[in-house]
């Protein structure tokens, strides 16, 4: 054992044996929140709330508050619920309630504990409403300790009826659960055996008078939802967690504690309905005819922003929503409809590679500057749709604001001087892919800044008030380290990065909850950027892991200089060395070993550790990638393939056969198979796909969420360009192109391979699509033998059991056309 | 007289008798063996001399674009130079513009083999349809590496050319200055460095590859001139390239109706002068001659 793991194991051995309470009074733990600031100590004896687990005190609030509100926003009473729990948790004991009128109950008690807004915290001074929303103050006084938060229940117009259900303002019950955290020594990692509900016995607080509230408005995260969390455990994994310990949205502060809002709304199909004969106006339509109206999902459809009448229209909507008090909601679907204070316009999620039109064309809305920008190609058309819209607004809704994005291809501010001059109710919210996964690489920083920096003068001095944040989608190496970077990219984006919305997009629908340390600090910086990440992770590797917690201190540490490396440095190679992958899987060992096997801390381990050997290894199969290369027979003259869906024949018995294998370079789990199987001639290639599974094939359903298999195909060795081709199960099928050289262009879907043939054939547990690409109508000759292509082949099973394979590594990416593999067009027999 | 020239001689001296010519597939260090999908090594011998030829065929690159290709390696018997390394490839293929590195080689394509007085290797190679064999072997009676190349289609072949690729003499940096002083001594005639490529006619049944610069004793790391002969009653030209410069090559493009292309390489593991090396190949001239339709029956 080295120096620092033995000094690590002696520190962990002594905080299991050293008192609680005796270092939970201070106010300076630096693995909690950073307190704000501090106030005026009141002059009283230590408070003994509890003295060998008997207690003298009473909570105190006022029983009549928050009548008529929803749960969520009934800080005071969810604040006096959490507080109770934790004594019972922790001490075992029920904590009386009393009413904040109740002068006599109060007199039996020595102590009172006081929650939220009274007479009694009215009396000590405290102001809660002149605090930030959210925030909170906890002081203590001779007779007991009081928090009081500034909640939304307190104040007389705090809600609407046409505010979101999430909005709230529950100051009060964040204080509590600092409170709980701070004395008593909580802590809430993950749901069931991550929570750390400690025994205390004695619990004395000293004077102590202090402030907090969030830096971040909007902290939501829809995942953290008892719903959401049930869906994402396996129970017996950690425990099987009540439904009423799956509280992470509280413990987590996790919160919408704004009216500001900001996402893709109106949703399409409801703005549609709303008006059935408008689709033709609503919807952006190509020069090649194609509607962008999508009636089964949202990515697909595109607003035609360069219409300003579909502006008209959407504020018409508003007037009409805000005139019923919300009842004429319909455009809205019931997402993002407009509230108190803001109108939320965002386009539908699709990335409109190329867009043309008569106005277009006509107003030079794409400038030179800017075409083929894969960041601000269309942002001269997005800005005058949105000033067309906020400035309608200030006409027809004074008052209220305009909420837009900048995503995609209009991230970036305008140029057109006369696009630079934001209405002053217009709010930004931005996407800047790359945070916080690339906070330490220079480039990334610089442009991120200069985008952020253009916003603000077009702003008028007003930063872009939110942000979409990005983990990593299925990188465990960098998922795992994501959510320690988002306290250092509101550092480093400063002033001109907005405090009213941070989302942070978890991918995979759910959370996963073995990386939970990524996440709980995650939520920790949205609160305060300040928060320390280090002493926080320190302080809990041996309250979960016992003698484990210096092994995995170090294995957390390795992952986090690994990343901060190569983020940095993308192309550095030697980051994850076999060296430091070897040091890796040791550790895991090392921490298995020293734990007791029916332990919980090896409970806890074994849920921790569950996916990192296979992690490791792929990461090691990635650091040895060597490309497939695939033999494409040649089709004799005298054979032929009929394009039926049915490989019958007698060819398709000589082609070889492609391993598939598993896109992120795991060991495969090989629960489908699938054999791909290529032959060529001097007109194209044939390829045809048998799987053995019942696909999954809805036509209410777009070919990306039905069984589909994808070719990419890039010509030669110089990777200037792609094609990619994909088709479902019930034969809907996509294609499109990529030029990467000489200047990188964005994705067209738009193109088509003039020839492209296929057909689908479902049979007795299988499924097949064979097809005929072209080299005509990838505008190639045919290749000369013995000649190679890049190419990548992918399953996409979406029948149960899932299952994604893939010819060469995709890392998540199919388009990463750095990781194709080879094919070989071999001569004739 | 130096010790190892002793040696020499005593070789030539106790090989004077011919022994069995011998051809098994062997196991040596392979350099940068992760790069290679396969590499199949073979020892071609006799008491004359002995041959190792590795055949791999290279992965694709990781990342930057290089697809995998196949080369024939000569690493014995002299280590270094001659036909052997640095050289990657001392032999190229070509048929309708098709290069052999280019080849679906796949490891079952080869086939070891013995017959009477000779012993070798066949590779089945398929140029888009175009089935050629490549043969290398040794006799018992000779020292030299002798291969062929047999068209095995009834039509014929247009386009086919090969290429052989040799490091003469090596000097050490001193000798250097003032450039090389390449040679090749065939039975007609003695060549010289040139610019320019020099026509073979069929009176240079073997070219002796060698420096002027390279004279014994010398340092260790010498060494001595290499051979290469080759019949031309299938060649539509043949000419030399031997500028002033590291690398020699010999070039021959092969009549269309060609049916079977014959060549020897020597190089011995031993250090010898150039005037040695010619006097051995003067005296022992049944040694170095190709024999026709030995081995093709092979």
């Known amino acids: 054992m080295n120096r620092v793991s033995l000094v690590s ?65 009934k800080s005071i009473h969810n604040g006096v619920n959490a507080l109770q729990k934790a004594f019972r948790n922790c001490a075992g004991i029920d904590v009386p309630l009393l009413d904040a009128s109740d002068v006599e109950g109060q007199k039996k008690y020595r102590f009172l504990f006081l929650i939220g807004k009274s007479a009694i915290t009215d009396s000590l001074g405290m102001k809660p409403l002149e605090l930030p929303p959210e925030g909170f103050e906890i002081k203590t006084f001779e007779k007991g300790i009081a928090i009081v938060g500034h909640d939304g229940s307190i104040e007389s117009d705090a809600y609407s009826k046409i505010d979101s259900d999430r909005y709230s303002i529950n100051g009060t019950q964040n204080g509590v659960y600092d409170f709980i955290e701070r004395f008593m020594g909580v802590r809430f990692y993950y749901p069931g055996i991550g929570t750390i509900w400690p025994e205390v016995s004695e619990l004395s607080v000293p004077p102590l008078h202090y402030y907090d509230w969030p830096e971040i408005k909007n902290r939501y995260q829809y995942l953290l939802s008892c719903g959401n969390i049930k869906k994402s455990l396996q129970n017996e994994d950690v425990g099987n967690p009540q439904d009423a310990d799956l509280g992470f949205e509280e413990y987590w502060r996790s919160a919408v504690g704004t009216r500001y809002q900001s996402s893709h709304a109106p949703v399409p199909q409801a703005w549609l309905k709303a008006h059935p004969d408008k689709a033709d106006m609503m919807f952006y339509r190509a020069r090649n005819g194609r509607l962008y109206y999508e009636p089964r999902q949202n990515t697909g459809n595109y607003i035609d922003v360069t219409n300003l009448d579909v502006a008209d229209l959407f504020i018409q909507d508003c007037v009409k929503y805000y005139a019923t008090n919300g009842k004429d909601c319909g455009p809205w679907g019931g997402r993002f409809t407009p509230n108190p204070l803001y109108v939320t316009f965002g386009q539908a999620d699709t990335f409109m590679s190329f867009m043309d039109n008569d106005t277009i064309e006509k107003l030079k809305l794409i400038p030179e500057s800017r075409k083929n920008s894969r960041t601000g190609m269309l942002s001269d058309v997005y800005a005058r749709f949105y000033i067309a819209m906020g400035r309608e607004i200030e006409k027809s809704l004074p008052g209220k604001r305009l909420t837009v994005i900048a995503y995609h291809n209009y991230l970036e501010a305008p140029v057109n001087p006369e696009y630079r001059k934001f209405p002053e109710n217009i709010d930004v919210q931005i996407c800047i892919y790359g945070m916080p996964l690339y906070i330490n690489n220079q480039e990334t920083v610089k442009t991120s800044l200069g985008i952020l920096k253009d916003w ?70 949205l609160w305060n950027p300040d928060f320390d990440i280090k002493a926080a992770l320190h302080e809990h590797w041996p309250l979960l892991y016992g003698n484990a917690a210096p092994y995995l201190e170090e294995f957390s540490s390795i992952l986090i200089d690994s990343w901060k490396k190569q983020s940095a440095d993308p192309e550095n190679k030697k980051v994850y060395t076999p060296a430091v992958l070897d040091r890796l899987e040791k550790l895991l060992a090392d921490a298995e070993r020293s734990l007791a096997p029916d332990s919980i801390q090896m409970k806890r381990f074994k849920f921790f550790a569950k996916r990192w050997p296979a992690a490791i290894s792929a990461k090691r199969k990635i650091l040895f990638f060597e490309k497939p290369v695939y033999g494409i027979k040649f089709l004799k003259d005298s054979d032929s393939v009929n394009i039926d869906g049915k490989i019958t024949e007698p060819c398709w018995s000589v082609a070889n056969v492609m391993k598939m294998n598993n896109p992120m370079g795991e060991e495969p789990k090989r629960k489908i198979s699938v054999a791909p199987r290529f032959l060529w001639n001097k007109d194209g290639i044939y390829a045809a796909f048998v799987t053995d599974a019942v696909p999954f094939a809805d036509k209410n359903k777009t070919l990306w969420n039905n069984s589909n298999v994808e070719m990419f195909f890039s010509s030669g060795l110089d990777l200037n360009d792609y094609f990619h081709f994909a088709v479902d199960a019930l034969g809907q099928v996509a294609c499109g192109q990529r030029t990467l050289k000489p200047v990188d262009t964005p994705y067209n879907g738009n193109w088509k391979c003039p020839g492209f043939r296929y057909a689908v054939s479902i049979d007795s547990g299988k499924w097949c699509v064979e097809a005929f690409i072209p080299f005509s109508g990838l505008e190639l000759a045919a290749p000369k033998p013995y000649s190679c292509w890049y190419a990548n082949f992918i399953l996409n099973e979406k029948s149960e059991p899932e299952e994604y394979l893939s010819y060469s590594l995709t890392l998540g990416n199919n388009h990463n056309v750095k990781y194709y593999g080879l094919i070989k067009f071999l001569g004739k027999e | 007289m130096t010790a190892m020239r002793w040696f020499f001689l005593l070789i030539l001296l106790a090989s004077w008798s011919v022994s069995a010519s011998e051809a098994t597939w062997c196991s040596n260090h392979v350099y940068r063996k992760q790069d290679l999908a396969w590499v199949k090594q073979i020892r071609i011998s006799n008491n004359l001399n002995h041959y190792r030829l590795d055949f791999q065929l290279s992965k694709p690159n ?130 010289g460095m040139s610019r320019r490529d020099v026509s073979l006619t069929p009176d240079d049944k073997y070219l002796l590859l060698g420096d002027e610069k390279y004279k014994l004793p010398d340092v260790k790391n010498s060494a001595g001139p290499c051979l290469l002969a080759f019949s031309y009653d299938e060649l539509a030209f043949a000419s030399l390239s031997m500028p002033d410069s590291y690398m020699s090559k010999i070039s021959v493009t092969l009549k269309n109706d060609f049916k079977c292309f014959k060549f020897g390489l020597w190089e011995t593991e031993g250090i010898y002068t150039n005037q040695e090396a010619a006097e051995y190949i003067g005296k022992n001239p049944e040694r170095f001659r190709l024999k026709e339709n030995r081995v093709n029956e092979k």
């Not at chain 2, 050289?87 to 796949?106: A, E, Q, T």
């Not at chain 2, 080869?110 to 064999?133: E, P, Q, R, T, Y």
Request: aromatic fraction near 12%; proline fraction near 5%; include cysteine.
């Open chain 1, 456 to 525: 603000y003068e077009v702003l008028g001095g007003r930063p872009a008030v939110g942000m979409w944040l990005y983990t990593a989608n299925s990188d465990l190496f960098a998922r795992a380290v994501s959510g320690l970077l988002v306290g250092d990219v509101q550092k480093t984006l400063g002033k001109y990065m907005g405090k009213e919305n941070l989302f942070l997009d978890l991918y995979n629908n759910k959370v996963d909850w073995d990386l939970y340390s990524s996440w709980y600090v995650a939520y920790r910086s």
């Open chain 2, 62 to 191: 990781t990342m930057h674009g290089k697809a995998p290709s196949f080369m024939i390696l000569m690493r014995e018997p002299s280590q270094k130079f001659g036909f052997s390394a640095p050289l990657w490839n001392f032999m190229h293929i070509s048929v309708n513009d098709i290069p052999i590195s280019c080849l679906d080689v796949k490891e079952t394509d080869f086939s070891l083999w013995k017959k009477d007085d000779a012993a070798g290797v066949d590779l089945a190679l398929n140029f888009d349809g175009v089935k050629m064999i490549l043969r290398f072997f040794m006799r018992d009676d000779s020292p030299v590496l002798w291969g062929m190349l047999e068209n095995k289609n009834s039509l014929s072949v247009s386009g086919t050319s090969v290429q052989f690729y040799a490091i003469p003499s090596f000097l050490p940096g001193s000798r250097l200055e003032g450039g090389y002083g390449r040679f090749a001594i065939t039975p007609a005639r003695t060549v």
């Open chain 1, 9 to 73: 194991v002696v520190s962990a051995a002594l905080c299991a044996v050293v008192p609680f309470f005796s270092s939970a009074q201070d106010l300076n733990n630096p693995a909690l929140n950073p307190v704000r600031r501090t106030g005026e100590l009141s002059k009283h004896d230590p408070i003994p709330l509890l003295a060998n687990k008997k207690s003298n005190f009473a909570i105190v609030y006022d029983f009549n508050s928050e009548k008529d509100l929803s749960s969520l926003r």
